[in-house]
C-alpha cells in the first residue's frame, strides 16, 4: 500500500511547552514534588528561551499531526509574546490561554489584582494575538477573581480555560475554603458555559459531571501526562454517558503524539469498563480535531497527511486505517519535511 491520506490536524488544546524540557529530568516523587522542579523550570524562562524553545517544540507537535495548539501561559507578559512569536515562525496556528494567577506560584506568574489581568489581555487581543481567558485553578484564583473573569469571557464571548479535579488535595483544600468542589465552586461564579474546557476533571464526582453536562462544558483530557504525573484516571465512562465533549492536550508534552493521547483515552475507558471500543473510532477523531478547536474558538485549521507505506500500516486493509491510526500508530505515520 503506498500514498497518503489527507485527514483534520489535531488540536492540542491544552500545552505548557515549557515543561518539555523536564522530560526525564523530574523522576519519582509525586506530583507536589514534580511541581517544586516544575516551578524552577518555570522561572528560567526567559523571553528569549520562550522564543528559541517554543518555536522547536511547536514543529515538533506540527511533526507530529498536531496543526493547533492552545498554549496554557503563566510565565509573564514579555513570555506571552515570545511565545506568540515562536508559534508564527514555527507555522503553528496559536491561541494564547493567558493565565490569571492570583495566589501561590512564582512571583512571576501573579497578577496584584484581576483588573490588571484583564488589562493584560486587552493588550494581547489589541496585538492581533488569539486569546482566551484562563483562571490557572480554584487554588491560584479567590472566587472574586472567577467572577469577574467569568462575566468578562462571557461578555467577549472569549474561550475560558482552567485546571481543575487533577489532584485530590485541591479538592479538599476548596472544600475547606469554599464548602463546595472545585467544578461547583466555578458553576457557582459563572464559569461554566459552552466556551468553558475545564482541564483534567481526573477526580470529578457525580454531581460535578452533572454540572459539564449541564453547561454545554468542555473536559480537556491529557492522559500521557496525567500517567506520568499519576493524577489518576478520567471517570470515562461516566464522561460519556452524560455526553460531555472531550478534548485531547499534551499539557507538560512528555509525549508529543496525538494519536496516544487518544489511544490512551480509549484504553482507560477500557481497562474500567471491561468493554472494547467505548468510544467509537469517529468519537475519538472528534475529540482530537473538531471539538479540540472549538474550545479553543477556531473555525479552521490545517489539515495533516498520513503516510499510508508507513511500516505500522502494512497489511491493514484500507477501510481500516482510521481505526488502526489509534488502535496501534504512533506519530511518525504523519508526512512532514
Ligand atoms: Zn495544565
Known sequence: MAGTLRLPGFVNAHSHTFQRALRGSAAGGDFWAWRETMLA????QTPEIVRREYERTYREM?????????????LGVEEAYAA??????????????HVAYARGGLPRF????????????????????????????????????LEEIGRYAASESLPLHVHADEQPKEIEECLAEHGCRPIELLARMGCL????????????????LDLLASTGA?????????????DGFLPAERVRA???????????NVRI?????????EGIARRQSGRRGVFSTDELYGFGQDVGARALGLDAWPQIEIDLGNPSLAGVESEHVPAALVAGCGADVVVWE
Request: proline share 4%; aromatic share 6%; hydrophobic share 40%.
Open 41 to 44: 523550570e518555570a522561572d528560567r
Open 257 to 265: 503524539d496525538p494519536f496516544e493521547e487518544l489511544r490512551e483515552l
Open 242 to 252: 452524560r455526553g460531555i465533549h472531550l478534548c485531547i492536550g499534551s499539557d507538560s
Open 62 to 74: 506540527l511533526a507530529a499531526g498536531y496543526t493547533a495548539v492552545g498554549e496554557f501561559h503563566y
Open 218 to 230: 468542555t473536559i480537556c483530557v491529557c492522559p500521557t501526562t496525567e500517567a506520568d504525573l499519576g
Open 110 to 145: 501573579r497578577q496584584d489584582s484581576v483588573a490588571e489581568f484583564i488589562e493584560q489581555v486587552e493588550g494581547l487581543r489589541a496585538l492581533g494575538i488569539a486569546v482566551g481567558v484562563a483562571p490557572h485553578s480554584v487554588r491560584a484564583c479567590p472566587a472574586e477573581w
Open 193 to 208: 458555559g459552552e466556551r468553558t474546557t475545564v482541564v483534567h476533571a481526573t477526580h470529578a464526582d457525580g454531581a460535578e
Open 84 to 97: 506568540a512569536e515562536a508559534a508564527e515562525a514555527a507555522g503553528m496556528p496559536f491561541v494564547l490561554l
